[in-house]
T-cell receptor, first 118, second 113 residues
């Protein structure tokens, strides 16, 4: 079974600084997707960034980027120029590719609570 | 607003009662997922549908849980004879297969007294 581990229950960063959230996963599959989601307090979970395992290039979305190390099964999220609005719980998630579709279930880590200090 | 909606947002019930939650996905999404999230943990998969077909169920989904998606549109999740351990946030998501993104609803928070 796939597992996702986030070893940092809480992280804090000064506004405008950079922070990296860690995630490791375990799978025997070679094809899959990895995601980072943001869940602000009492608000909906939204997708921050995704990575296809077959792509060697690390995904980037504005201030958010990932460091994907497939052999090490590591998928960290870097947030640059942190803003107060980045404060939230961040979840790392894995989704297996089934029969060339992206329809499978997602497996989530237990999250990292990010605090941004002004 | 054309996002995923869930109803009710909060439900308080007494142990032993039955509860039903509803999820309305984004209209063009044919895949719909239910997850359960307890405090301090990530969402755990419960079940998912492609159109009206329920394709996978987690072992977490005991006999007291049932989900339906009639006509492949909205979905309901029913919990019979609720237990205190059922207290959690129940999340619904629908999948945009072209852009490979799950869109989550706001969740239904269940409290079983």
């Amino acid at each position: 079974a796939q597992t996702v581990t986030q070893s940092q229950p809480e992280m804090s960063v000064q506004e405008a600084e950079t922070v990296t959230l860690s995630c490791t996963y375990d799978t025997s599959e070679s094809d899959y997707y990895l995601f980072w989601y943001k869940q602000p307090p009492s608000r909906q979970m939204i997708l921050v960034i995704r990575q296809e395992a077959y792509k060697q290039q690390n995904a980037t979305e504005n201030r958010f980027s990932v460091n994907f190390q497939k052999a090490a099964k590591s998928f960290s999220l870097k947030i640059s120029d942190s803003q107060l609005g980045d404060a939230a719980m961040y979840f790392c998630a894995y989704r297996r590719i089934i029969l060339n579709t992206n329809a499978g279930k997602s497996t989530f880590g237990d999250g990292t609570t990010l605090t941004v200090k002004p | 607003d054309t996002g995923v909606s869930q109803d009710p947002r909060h439900k308080i019930t007494k142990r032993g009662q039955n509860v039903t939650f509803r999820c309305d996905p984004i209209s063009e999404h044919n895949r719909l997922y239910w997850y359960r999230q307890t405090l301090g943990q990530g969402p755990e998969f419960l079940t998912y549908f492609q159109n009206e077909a329920q394709l996978e169920k987690s072992r977490l989904l005991s006999d007291r849980f049932s989900a339906e998606r009639p006509k492949g549109s909205f979905s309901t999740l029913e919990i019979q004879r609720t237990e205190q351990g059922d207290s959690a946030m129940y999340l619904c998501a629908s999948l945009d297969r072209f852009f490979n993104e799950q869109f989550f609803g706001p969740g239904t928070r269940l409290t079983v007294l």
